[in-house]
């Protein structure tokens, strides 16, 4: 698959946009070497989704190119887990966890039963998120934490190399949160995770990169990133807080209880 599978994504003049004349990303140029992991942050309206959907290969750039391990995101979609914005899955859909984790198996031009591997998959998946004993619940009745860890284990179904979360902390509560970031510090060292957070209190030190999108994308080493390189990509002042992590600039904040985490 992979003719150059040191660099996991590369973007080389990437222009997008949804109307004619009207960017949504622009220009955008930088890669990702394997054993790297990033943070894709920014403004409402920013791009972070789109980048996401360019990534994935469900849009296509009008100008420049996508690599990802080397080939077209499409060509590489297998090797991709994904995790989607919360509010884009209908809670109320009648299925039962296990087949939710099921459908991370789920290949192009798929019409027939899952294997054995599938489910074995499937069932190492919902070990891993230490969920085994949701399988056979339906996932509607679950809370948005439990939901949440679902959702990840279809993504990790797939058994990707690359894992892409969008906005994986909207919607829970902070313990639930404080478990993702565990999970999340375990997944890095074995795939390259890139996450969407509107929370900048998301970069710690454990993220390598990051990726800011306000249509035009620039990306930062974590420890190099400032509270002055965050003002710049929303052009207001914003504060960077962590949670019970360290902050991961070198101000008053740094090992210290946040004020305010709102970064929008
Ligand atoms: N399907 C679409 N059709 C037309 N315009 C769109 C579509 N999706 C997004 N846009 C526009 O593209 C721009 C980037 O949107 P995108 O959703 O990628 O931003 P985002 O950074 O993910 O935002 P948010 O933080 O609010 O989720 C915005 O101006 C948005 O209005």
């Not at 996991?8 to 990702?32: C, Q, R, T």
């Not at 360019?54 to 391990?69: A, D, E, H, M, Y």
């Not at 929370?199 to 800011?212: A, M």
């Amino acid at each position: 698959m992979a003719s150059s599978p040191q660099i996991i994504v590369e973007l080389s003049d990437v222009w997008f946009g949804y109307e004619p004349g009207v960017p949504a990303l622009e220009g955008v140029n930088f890669k990702i070497e394997r054993g790297r992991s990033g943070c894709i942050v920014g403004p409402n309206g920013g791009g972070k989704s789109t980048l996401m959907r360019l990534l994935l290969g469900l849009l296509t750039p009008q100008r420049g190119k996508i690599r990802v391990f080397g080939t077209t995101p499409v060509a590489a979609r297998p090797h991709i887990g994904y995790m989607p914005q919360y509010h884009q899955l209908d809670a109320a859909f009648p299925v039962t966890v296990f087949e939710v984790v099921l459908m991370g198996r789920m290949r192009k031009g798929f019409w027939g039963r899952y294997a054995a591997a599938d489910r074995e998959a499937a069932r190492r998946a919902l070990e891993e998120m230490g969920i085994p004993e949701l399988a056979s619940r339906s996932f509607s009745e679950l809370s948005g934490g439990q939901r949440q860890r679902v959702l990840i284990a279809r993504a990790l179904a797939s058994e990707p190399e690359l894992l892409l979360l969008d906005e994986p902390t909207a919607n829970i509560d902070p313990g639930a949160e404080e478990q993702f970031y565990a999970t999340l510090d375990v997944l890095r060292k074995r795939m390259t995770v890139l996450t969407v957070s509107h929370d900048l209190g998301f970069v710690n030190r454990e993220i390598d990169l990051v990726i800011c999108v306000n249509r035009r994308v620039t990306v930062h080493e974590a420890a190099a990133f400032s509270a002055e390189t965050a003002n710049e990509v929303y052009h207001h002042q914003v504060n960077l807080i962590k949670h019970d992590h360290a902050c991961f600039c070198n101000c008053e904040h740094r090992r210290t209880e946040p004020e305010r985490e709102d970064a929008k």
